[in-house]
């Protein structure tokens, strides 16, 4: 059997569009709740979302889906992604759950399970929770249904684990940062857990109306925030997604720096200090060619995984790695959390600002990246062109010319019918002129 709700991080899709309805969200609870549930104890789940209007029709259903086949419901609230890994474990619970679709518009959200270790479901106990759903779940008897009960201190309780992170020799005094909240997750948390560490905090997107998460702001809109640094003379911009799972810095000058640079800085750091677990950081496929190289010089290996920062943590996992994360600011660090942590990521950077005195553009330009295109073609449902003979070929001609500059990425999307096609090189004319022969390729196949 495999797969056809959970996608690469979780289930996600367009609110009151299947499969993100209130009738799924509630047999889905079901199911996951008969999967934790093994015996006749007692079991708990902690329930986290962002500020989605729709957080509160599917924390209703998810309780409703829970409660009904014995589940304790523990609601946490609008908290960041992180903080339902970390409560996950700290209250024991068998399962966690985050309602959030991270950076996508507030009209669609998505679902996200952690198990009693605090990390993203396997592969394997997905397929499971579907299979469960679909061949119907027996339900508690009347006497075992599980109760409900809403957790106030949620935050507080992760704000005072993210400072834990944070060395205790130093403060942020002196310090003027810009947090972009995304009108998210974070958008109390964050600034509390800077003001407390002593820095100047100039709050950005902090006033969610269910309606505005991501709304040009946060990772994927940069530019607000590099604005404010600018105006304001900051030191540095801090910019979390809806969920708070991911960091794009903004440096002094207002320019984003993003998670590749910000990963080969702690991965550089660390290695100094004897703490970067077997001398290597996992990334993803999509990670820039050049950071590869800068970590190479400085004796680090660099292992990829496939995209999603669920298989960076499994790639982690397997071979006891603690730092590892996407370009796009997923950055997971196991010594502190399970799952990509903005916050906390964002405090390993500031540690390194008040360390050394030096600037957070001085410290985050690690390496030259490699010029890096990525095009997307659209194909018609049902196809299947990376299987053509002409598309196969025309990638290994790419493969071959830039077999002594470069590489390759061709992959299928997992949420569209889009075939993504990404090259590096520094031979620029070179890597258009292989990107263009594959996309044709593929649009006349597909």
Same mark, same amino acid.
């Given at each position: 059997?495999?797969?056809?709700?959970?996608?690469?991080?979780?289930?996600?899709?367009?609110?009151? &569009?299947?499969?993100?309805?209130?009738?799924?969200?509630?047999?889905?609870?079901?199911?996951?709740? *008969?999967?934790? *549930?093994?015996?006749?104890?007692?079991?708990?789940?902690?329930?986290?979302?962002?500020?989605?209007?729709?957080?509160?029709?599917?924390?209703?259903?998810?309780?409703?889906?829970?409660?009904?086949?014995?589940?304790?419901?523990?609601?946490?609230?609008?908290?960041?992604?992180?903080? =339902?890994?970390?409560?996950?474990?700290?209250?024991?619970?068998?399962?966690?759950?985050?309602?959030?679709?991270?950076?996508?518009?507030? @009209?669609?959200?998505?679902?996200?399970?952690?198990?009693?270790?605090?990390?993203?479901?396997?592969?394997?106990?997905?397929? %499971?929770?579907?299979?469960?759903?679909? %061949?119907? =779940?027996?339900?508690?008897?009347?006497?075992?249904?599980?109760?409900?009960?809403?957790?106030?201190?949620?935050?507080?309780?992760?704000? @005072?684990?993210?400072?834990?992170?944070?060395?205790?020799?130093?403060?942020?005094?002196?310090?003027?940062?810009? =947090?972009?909240?995304?009108?998210?997750?974070?958008? *109390?948390?964050?600034?509390?857990?800077?003001?407390?560490?002593?820095?100047?905090?100039?709050?950005?997107?902090?006033?969610?109306?269910?309606?505005?998460?991501? @709304?040009?702001?946060?990772?994927?809109?940069?530019?607000?925030?590099?604005?404010?640094?600018? %105006?304001?003379?900051?030191?540095?911009?801090?910019?979390?997604?809806?969920?708070?799972?991911?960091?794009?810095?903004?440096? %002094?000058?207002?320019?984003?720096?993003?998670?590749?640079?910000? /990963?080969?800085?702690?991965?550089?750091?660390?290695?100094?200090?004897?703490?970067?677990?077997?001398?290597?950081? =996992?990334? &993803?496929? /999509?990670?820039?060619?050049?950071?590869?190289?800068?970590?190479?010089?400085?004796?680090?290996?660099?292992?990829?995984?496939?995209?999603?920062?669920?298989?960076?943590?499994?790639? /982690?996992?397997?071979?006891?790695?603690?730092?590892?994360?996407?370009?796009?600011?997923?950055?997971?660090?196991?010594?502190?959390?399970?799952?990509?942590?903005?916050?906390?990521?964002?405090?390993?950077?500031?540690?390194? /600002?008040?360390?050394?005195?030096?600037?957070?553009?001085?410290?985050?330009?690690?390496?030259?990246?490699?010029?890096?295109?990525?095009?997307?073609?659209?194909?018609?449902?049902?196809?299947?062109?990376?299987?053509?003979?002409?598309?196969?070929?025309?990638?290994?001609?790419?493969?071959?010319?830039?077999?002594?500059?470069?590489?390759?990425?061709?992959?299928?999307?997992?949420?569209?019918?889009?075939?993504?096609?990404?090259?590096?090189?520094?031979?620029?004319?070179?890597?258009?002129?292989?990107? @263009?022969?594959?996309?044709?390729?593929?649009?006349?196949?597909?």
């Amino acid at each position: 059997m495999t797969r056809s709700l959970f996608g690469t991080d979780g289930i996600r899709g367009r609110t009151n &569009t299947d499969p993100m309805t209130a009738e799924i969200a509630m047999k889905i609870a079901a199911a996951a709740g *008969r999967y934790f *549930r093994r015996d006749q104890q007692d079991h708990r789940v902690v329930i986290g979302k962002d500020t989605r209007l729709s957080g509160y029709m599917l924390e209703n259903a998810l309780t409703a889906g829970f409660t009904s086949t014995g589940m304790n419901v523990f609601m946490l609230g609008p908290v960041p992604t992180p903080a =339902v890994g970390f409560l996950t474990r700290s209250m024991r619970a068998d399962v966690g759950v985050m309602i959030s679709a991270s950076h996508n518009p507030a @009209e669609d959200n998505g679902i996200k399970f952690f198990g009693p270790d605090g990390f993203k479901l396997s592969d394997d106990a997905e397929i %499971e929770i579907e299979r469960l759903m679909n %061949e119907g =779940v027996e339900l508690a008897h009347p006497q075992r249904i599980g109760r409900a009960k809403r957790i106030d201190d949620s935050g507080a309780r992760y704000i @005072e684990y993210v400072k834990t992170t944070f060395p205790r020799q130093f403060r942020l005094d002196g310090l003027r940062i810009v =947090v972009d909240c995304a009108n998210g997750a974070a958008h *109390r948390v964050a600034p509390a857990i800077l003001w407390e560490l002593g820095a100047d905090v100039i709050p950005v997107a902090n006033t969610p109306n269910g309606l505005n998460i991501n @709304e040009n702001c946060g990772s994927t809109h940069p530019e607000t925030a590099a604005a404010r640094v600018r %105006e304001t003379r900051a030191n540095v911009g801090l910019c979390l997604d809806g969920d708070a799972d991911r960091l794009i810095l903004i440096d %002094e000058t207002g320019t984003p720096v993003d998670g590749d640079q910000l /990963m080969g800085l702690i991965a550089s750091r660390w290695k100094d200090d004897g703490r970067l677990s077997g001398d290597t950081l =996992v990334t &993803t496929v /999509m990670s820039n060619l050049g950071l590869e190289r800068a970590m190479n010089d400085r004796g680090i290996g660099m292992e990829r995984a496939q995209v999603g920062d669920r298989y960076v943590v499994e790639k /982690m996992r397997a071979s006891n790695f603690n730092l590892g994360g996407e370009q796009s600011g997923h950055i997971v660090m196991t010594d502190y959390a399970t799952t990509g942590d903005g916050l906390v990521a964002a405090l390993q950077v500031l540690a390194a /600002m008040v360390e050394t005195g030096k600037k957070a553009s001085e410290l985050t330009r690690v390496f030259d990246p490699v010029p890096q295109v990525l095009r997307n073609v659209r194909f018609a449902k049902g196809s299947e062109p990376l299987k053509a003979d002409e598309v196969q070929q025309a990638i290994a001609d790419g493969e071959k010319a830039l077999s002594d500059c470069g590489r390759l990425l061709i992959r299928k999307s997992g949420t569209e019918p889009l075939i993504r096609v990404m090259g590096e090189s520094e031979d620029q004319s070179k890597l258009n002129d292989v990107l @263009e022969s594959i996309c044709k390729a593929i649009e006349k196949v597909g």
